[in-house]
Structure formats: structure tokens, C-alpha cells
């Protein structure tokens, strides 16, 4: 069941422009001030334990609602009032915030609590994202549809840009309470921002709880088999089907370097805090750029060496920033700009290849096989990190994962049906 647009804002006018607008504001801020509080968090953790398992447990706890959940999140969605949805989200995610207050002000803030209150905001943030990416369209005209979707990019890109580099000031200024406070009234004003919009999302009808469990079970049942029949679609094209895994593999080694790599700079690098942000700012940078020239040039021709090339890129940057000495800090800088510079070499010529060369009738089904998969991935390559980055530490692990990788790009190029898919 999806959502029908919204009759209060005409798509012919520019009645809807006003609306949108108070509502990707709150978006901005409470991104901002999430990405503030994300880098805190990550900080208090790294400097507090020194360990790469503490660091790899806590982004376990934030992945795993998006794992378990976000197949279903839709539905979920579909069953409510979206406006009413997106600001029961940005309270409860408030709330969750709000209690690490005490634990912050009292000095005592353990690693425990900090994945508890990540996996809370996760469970609202995986009913947040669907609900706000459902109610664009219901607001704005169709034909601005595919704009609206780049200027939301670049908003949520630079607004995380942004946060890291205004945590850099806050986090060693007046601590992590003072980050607290900042998201707890950015959820705030996102919901007062929602709230005032003028939107008047439809209100779906109502259903017994018996219902409820019926349409909860069609769900999974509708879930599985799209999974199958996406499954089926993808193996009668070979090379699909291997970049799938081929992807698979390399988002179970990405997600330990996706954790670790704030320990990294601090701990291994030796850097502050600022330093950690410049690092994830100039890796920001790098996606930025990268997909930038991929918009205005389309990319190189040959996609499947593309998606190898961009492996091969990220495991080479990982490799050498786990055996530069470790007074070389700029030139990991430079290896994280090459690590974000690789991301959009593969996932946007993946993406035009399954949009090229899958059936229409198959592509959701296909695309919601695509990110079960790589949703699964993540989970599975931290509890991985999580066993044994502590033992071999944090350069030892980028240059393993790094060596991996590469390793991973030969074999991939290696696959026939791969090397001509052009």
C-alpha cells in the first residue's frame, strides 16, 4: 500500500515549495547535529578504551536495526501517518539522547550505554529515512523529483561535512554533554519544523490488532519471496550476479575500516580529535568529487572495470595507511581522500548496470535483494573486527583488510562474464 500524494499542496503550483522547504530544514539541522553527536560518541569511545573492539561493538549496535528492520521499515510506514511518523521519530530519538546526559555529566559514561542509546537512535532513524524519502513526492510535482534528489545528496553530504568539522570545536572545547545538548534540540526543532510545515500527510485507515499481525506476516512472506524471485532474476545475468558477491565480500571487509577509522587516527596516527575530523571530512570530499565527475562525464566506459578499479583503489589507500609510519598523518589524510574518491567508481556504475539490464518489472525486487545482502554485510564484517582488531591492532587490521581487498579486485577481474560486461 503506498502512500497517495497529499492533496493540501498542489503539484501545479508552487504552493509545495514552502512546506518542502520547512521540512528539509529540520532535516538539515537534526543530520547536523546527529553527525555531531555520531563523531562525539566515536571520540568518547576511542579515547576512553583504546580499542578497536569497543569501537567495532558500538557500530555493531548501530547497524543492526537497519539489518533486522529496514525490509519491513516500509510497511511500517505505509501503515502510518507520515507526518506524524517523522516527528514521533525525531522525539523518541530525543529522548534516547537525552539519556546520556546523566552518564556525561557524572563521568561515567560506559561503552555499554553508549551501543544501547546507538541502537535505540537506529530504530528510530530506520523509520525516520523511509518516511522522509516517502514524503517528498507527496509534496513536490514529479518533475522535480530528480533535482530535489541531487540537492538532498549534497544537503545531507555537506551537513555531515559540517558536523565534523564543528565537533572538532565543540568536542575538546566544552565536551561531550555540550553534544548532547546540541542534538537533543536539533530532533526538537526538525519535529517543530515538520509540525508547522503545513503538510497534511493522509491518514491511513485504521486496523484491528488482528489485522496488524496478518498484514505483519503477508510482509514477510511478500519479503521472502521478492528475495527469491530477485535472486532468480539476478542469476540469469552472470556478471550481476558475481559483482553481487563480489560486493558482498567487500562490504564485510569495509565495515571494520568504516569503524575503525577514527582509532585510527588518533590512536595510531597519533592525532587529536581535529585531526580525526579532517580525516573523515577529506574522505567526504573525496565521494563528493568523485561523484561530481561521474555526473558530468558519466564515468569510464567500461563499468565492470570500473567497480574493479574502485576496489582496488580503496584496498591499495587501506594497504599503504596501515604500513606508512606513523608520523606520516598527511598522507593518510591524502590515502582517506583516495579511499572516498573509490566509493562512487563502483556503486554508481553497479547501479546503472542492474538499471540497464534488469527486467522493470524485477528492479525492486532486485534492489531489495541487493541491499538485504550488503545490510547483512556490515554486521557480519564487525563481529569479525570485533574478535580479533584488539589482538593484531589497528594498523596491522588496514593492512590485512587493504591486502584483502586488492586481492578481492583480482579475482573479481578474473571472472569472465565480468571483464565483458563493458
Same mark, same amino acid.
Given at each position: 500500500?503506498?502512500?497517495?500524494?497529499? @492533496?493540501?499542496?498542489?503539484?501545479?503550483?508552487?504552493?509545495?515549495?514552502?512546506?518542502?522547504?520547512?521540512?528539509?530544514?529540520? @532535516?538539515?539541522?537534526?543530520?547536523?547535529?546527529?553527525?555531531?553527536?555520531?563523531?562525539?560518541?566515536?571520540?568518547?569511545?576511542?579515547?576512553?578504551?583504546?580499542?578497536?573492539? #569497543?569501537?567495532?561493538? +558500538?557500530?555493531?549496535?548501530?547497524?543492526?536495526?537497519?539489518?533486522?528492520?529496514?525490509?519491513?521499515?516500509?510497511?511500517?510506514?505505509?501503515?502510518?501517518?507520515?507526518?506524524?511518523?517523522?516527528?514521533?521519530?525525531?522525539?523518541?530519538?530525543?529522548?534516547?539522547? =537525552?539519556?546520556?546526559?546523566?552518564?556525561?555529566?557524572?563521568?561515567? &559514561?560506559?561503552?555499554?550505554?553508549?551501543?544501547?542509546?546507538?541502537?535505540?537512535?537506529?530504530?528510530?532513524?530506520?523509520?525516520?529515512? /523511509?518516511?522522509?524519502?516517502?514524503?517528498?513526492?507527496?509534496?513536490?510535482?514529479?518533475?522535480?523529483?530528480?533535482?530535489?534528489?541531487?540537492?538532498?545528496?549534497?544537503?545531507?553530504? !555537506?551537513?555531515?561535512?559540517?558536523?565534523? $568539522?564543528?565537533? $572538532?570545536?565543540?568536542?575538546?572545547?566544552?565536551?561531550?554533554?555540550?553534544?548532547?545538548?546540541?542534538?537533543?534540540?536539533?530532533?526538537?526543532?526538525?519535529?517543530?519544523?515538520?509540525?508547522?510545515?503545513?503538510?497534511?500527510? /493522509?491518514?491511513? @485507515?485504521?486496523?484491528?490488532?488482528? @489485522?496488524?499481525?496478518?498484514?505483519?506476516?503477508? $510482509? +514477510?512472506?511478500?519479503?521472502?519471496?521478492?528475495?527469491?524471485?530477485?535472486?532468480?532474476?539476478?542469476?540469469?545475468?552472470?556478471?550481476?550476479?558475481?559483482?553481487?558477491?563480489?560486493?558482498?565480500?567487500?562490504? +564485510?571487509?569495509?565495515?571494520?575500516?568504516?569503524?575503525? =577509522?577514527?582509532?585510527?587516527?588518533?590512536?595510531?596516527? !597519533?592525532?587529536?580529535?581535529?585531526?580525526?575530523?579532517?580525516?573523515?571530512?577529506?574522505?567526504?570530499?573525496?565521494?563528493?568529487?568523485?561523484?561530481?565527475?561521474?555526473?558530468?562525464?558519466? !564515468?569510464?566506459?567500461?563499468?565492470?572495470?570500473?567497480?574493479?578499479?574502485?576496489?582496488?583503489?580503496?584496498? #591499495?589507500?587501506?594497504?599503504?595507511?596501515?604500513?606508512?609510519?606513523?608520523?606520516?598523518?598527511?598522507?593518510?589524510?591524502?590515502?582517506?581522500?583516495?579511499?572516498?574518491?573509490?566509493?562512487?567508481?563502483?556503486?554508481?556504475?553497479?547501479?546503472?548496470?542492474?538499471?540497464?539490464?534488469?527486467?522493470?518489472?524485477?528492479?525492486?525486487?532486485?534492489?531489495?535483494?541487493?541491499?538485504?545482502?550488503?545490510?547483512?554485510?556490515?554486521? &557480519?564484517?564487525?563481529?569479525?573486527?570485533?574478535?580479533?582488531?584488539?589482538?593484531?591492532?589497528?594498523?596491522?587490521?588496514?593492512?590485512?583488510?587493504?591486502?584483502?581487498?586488492?586481492? &578481492?579486485?583480482?579475482?573479481?577481474?578474473?571472472?569472465?562474464?565480468?571483464?565483458?560486461?563493458?
Amino acid at each position: 500500500m503506498s502512500q497517495p500524494r497529499s @492533496e493540501a499542496v498542489p503539484a501545479s503550483s508552487n504552493a509545495w515549495r514552502r512546506p518542502l522547504a520547512f521540512v528539509w530544514i529540520g @532535516e538539515f539541522i537534526s543530520v547536523l547535529t546527529s553527525s555531531i553527536l555520531q563523531m562525539g560518541l566515536i571520540w568518547h569511545v576511542t579515547l576512553t578504551t583504546n580499542s578497536a573492539g #569497543a569501537l567495532s561493538f +558500538v557500530s555493531l549496535a548501530a547497524f543492526l536495526p537497519m539489518a533486522l528492520l529496514g525490509a519491513f521499515a516500509g510497511t511500517i510506514v505505509d501503515r502510518m501517518s507520515i507526518k506524524r511518523l517523522l516527528i514521533g521519530a525525531d522525539l523518541f530519538i530525543a529522548v534516547v539522547s =537525552f539519556t546520556l546526559v546523566f552518564g556525561s555529566l557524572n563521568g561515567d &559514561l560506559s561503552v555499554a550505554a553508549v551501543a544501547v542509546v546507538a541502537f535505540a537512535r537506529a530504530l528510530g532513524s530506520t523509520l525516520h529515512q /523511509p518516511a522522509f524519502n516517502a514524503l517528498t513526492p507527496m509534496i513536490a510535482p514529479p518533475e522535480v523529483l530528480g533535482k530535489l534528489a541531487g540537492i538532498l545528496q549534497f544537503m545531507q553530504s !555537506g551537513s555531515f561535512i559540517i558536523g565534523n $568539522a564543528i565537533a $572538532a570545536v565543540i568536542y575538546p572545547a566544552f565536551g561531550l554533554t555540550a553534544m548532547i545538548a546540541l542534538d537533543v534540540a536539533g530532533a526538537v526543532l526538525a519535529s517543530v519544523a515538520v509540525a508547522l510545515s503545513g503538510v497534511k500527510t /493522509p491518514v491511513p @485507515e485504521r486496523h484491528t490488532p488482528e @489485522e496488524n499481525v496478518e498484514t505483519s506476516r503477508l $510482509a +514477510v512472506r511478500t519479503f521472502l519471496s521478492d528475495t527469491a524471485e530477485g535472486y532468480r532474476e539476478l542469476k540469469r545475468h552472470d556478471a550481476l550476479f558475481a559483482m553481487l558477491w563480489s560486493g558482498f565480500v567487500f562490504s +564485510v571487509l569495509f565495515s571494520p575500516i568504516s569503524a575503525l =577509522f577514527p582509532l585510527m587516527t588518533l590512536d595510531h596516527f !597519533g592525532g587529536t580529535t581535529v585531526d580525526s575530523a579532517l580525516a573523515e571530512i577529506v574522505f567526504s570530499v573525496g565521494i563528493i568529487v568523485a561523484s561530481g565527475w561521474i555526473g558530468a562525464t558519466g !564515468g569510464l566506459k567500461n563499468r565492470g572495470f570500473s567497480c574493479v578499479l574502485a576496489i582496488v583503489l580503496f584496498g #591499495a589507500a587501506t594497504l599503504l595507511s596501515g604500513l606508512v609510519p606513523v608520523a606520516a598523518l598527511p598522507l593518510f589524510f591524502l590515502l582517506a581522500f583516495v579511499m572516498g574518491f573509490s566509493s562512487p567508481l563502483y556503486g554508481a556504475p553497479m547501479m546503472a548496470l542492474m538499471q540497464e539490464r534488469i527486467e522493470p518489472s524485477c528492479m525492486g525486487r532486485v534492489f531489495g535483494l541487493y541491499g538485504a545482502v550488503n545490510g547483512w554485510a556490515m554486521p &557480519l564484517g564487525l563481529i569479525i573486527s570485533a574478535l580479533f582488531a584488539d589482538v593484531i591492532g589497528v594498523g596491522s587490521c588496514f593492512t590485512l583488510v587493504g591486502a584483502a581487498m586488492v586481492v &578481492l579486485a583480482g579475482i573479481t577481474w578474473a571472472i569472465p562474464s565480468i571483464r565483458k560486461i563493458g
